[in-house]
């Protein structure tokens, strides 16, 4: 078989992200403007091209004041960086339908190696479209201060606000261009 261009449908996917604050709990948001380009044959993924660009001012953590402290020059600095992206460089068949994605994350300017554990969740018709749709979840982590994201502020009981960690997960569901 040969390569196929899928396209992501973001009314069906998701780009989530958590982090741990105050050293007690979590903070979780998504990215809510994304896009990918998914060439693969999917009965043969090692051999895939994956590219995704995220709107990094799309953050959304549901707290308005938080959002904007993220878009800020303090993290994200979407005024001189707005776009975050992800380009595969290397995938690895694990076992069954899953993967290894290796690839460039690029934050801030700061591009460095990123793997994901991702599944492919299969192939199937959308009913409604007549589409070809295919479905991939997964999950990756990374150290922000690798990508300058730096901020932090000291937490009364010790330890500090912003955890270093962030910890990806995201559904896609891509349809067959």
Avoid: C
Wanted: hydrophobic share 35%.
């Amino acid at each position: 078989m040969t390569k196929t261009t899928y396209n992501v449908d973001t009314v069906h996917s998701e780009l989530g992200f958590q982090v741990k604050h105050m050293m007690i709990s979590k903070a979780k948001g998504a990215f809510n403007d994304f896009d990918a380009v998914i060439e693969a044959d999917v009965d043969n993924l090692t051999d895939s091209k994956v590219e995704l660009t995220i709107d990094a001012a799309s953050i959304d953590t549901r707290n308005k004041d938080r959002d904007d402290h993220l878009r800020s020059a303090d993290f994200f600095d979407v005024e001189n960086h707005p776009k975050v992206t992800f380009k595969a460089t290397d995938v690895k068949k694990k076992s069954g339908n899953d993967y290894e994605v290796t690839g460039d994350l690029t934050i801030r300017g700061t591009t460095k190696p990123v793997t994901a554990d991702v599944t492919f969740e299969g192939e199937s018709k959308d009913p409604m479209s007549g589409d070809t749709v295919a479905g991939f979840s997964g999950s990756a982590k990374f150290n922000r201060k690798d990508f300058g994201l730096t901020w932090n502020a000291a937490v009364e009981t010790g330890g500090v606000l912003v955890g270093e960690e962030v910890k990806v997960n995201f559904e896609i569901e891509a349809h067959k261009a």
